[in-house]
């Protein structure tokens, strides 16, 4: 599923999970701000005079936009950082500059993480672990009753206070670290069951019927994105992310399909 991948890079068929994680990651964000929650006790969307909740954003990809789509429509400021910055251009020409975006490095997150109220992590590099952004000595400096979600956290986490303490479960979502609220349920999408199935059907079902009609060799003969999707086969590895994570020498797809 997850490195099934189109010539662009999108990834048609983890954007449907990442697209629900996204959206709960601010919903539950906004539950963790409460003070009944531990948080601070702040409405994401201020109210008339007062200031709405900093909303920050690691990663511009789908988790991240469907993250900062919800939490400008509850009234948040957000601020999403990303190292790509033809994708930073297109957030703020799309957006109208309503969402502040910055160059990820580690002077801008580390200024970014001091002034969130909510931190959302959501970097992704298909079929590898993800890269610790977020050291605890950048959580330290959060404000007291913050909140972070680590998205990541299946892939390893990107934030290091979430990712050392490992996933947490949906009967036990939370855990309190210097004052700061950690949120990192490895299975995000099955808290909202029903939405979830139907998005992962619409985008599976055409691989699936591919499959059942052609064959799996002859599917991924056909379609480029379907054969990268290809991890292992006969106890060889053909996914870079896997051969180096585990160290066995890589094989190439193309010999595997002649």
């Known amino acids: ?15 449907p999970m990442s697209e629900v994680a996204g959206r709960m990651a601010t919903q539950v964000g906004a539950q963790m701000l409460t003070k009944i929650e531990g948080g601070m006790g702040l409405l994401m969307g201020g109210t008339a005079g007062v200031q709405a909740a900093h909303v920050v954003i690691l990663g511009a990809g789908t988790v991240g936009l469907s993250a900062a789509k919800v939490a400008m429509g509850m009234g948040a400021r957000v601020t999403i950082l990303d190292s790509n910055l033809f994708r930073l251009r297109q957030i703020d020409d799309l957006y109208g500059g309503r969402i ?5 490095n580690a002077f801008n997150i580390a200024a ?9 992590g959501s970097v992704l590099i298909p079929g590898a672990l993800t890269p ?3 050291t605890e000595a950048m959580v330290k400096t959060m404000k007291k009753g913050a909140a972070i979600v680590d998205v990541a956290i299946d892939q390893g986490g990107c934030i290091e206070v979430t990712a050392k303490h490992g996933a947490t479960y949906h009967d036990n979502p939370t855990f309190m670290y210097e004052g700061v609220v950690c ?12 939405t979830s199935t139907f998005t992962l059907t619409n985008a599976t079902m055409p691989y699936m019927v591919a499959l059942a009609n052609k064959g799996w060799k002859k599917a991924c003969q056909d379609d480029k994105a379907l054969a990268r999707g290809i991890n292992t086969h006969d106890g060889q590895v053909y996914f870079k ?3 180096d994570a585990l160290g066995y020498e890589l094989k190439c797809t193309c010999e595997l399909l002649k």
Do not use: W
């Not at 599923?1 to 954007?15: I, K």
């Not at 949120?183 to 029903?194: D, F, I, L, Q």
């Open 241 to 243: 992310g896997v051969s």
């Open 1 to 15: 599923y997850e490195t099934v991948q189109f010539d662009n890079g999108f990834l048609p068929l983890l954007a």
């Open 132 to 134: 610790k952004l977020v």
């Open 100 to 104: 502040q975006t910055l160059a990820s």
């Open 183 to 194: 949120y990192s349920v490895g299975n995000m999408p099955g808290a909202v069951a029903r």
């Open 112 to 120: 970014a993480v001091k002034e969130a109220d909510l931190l959302v």
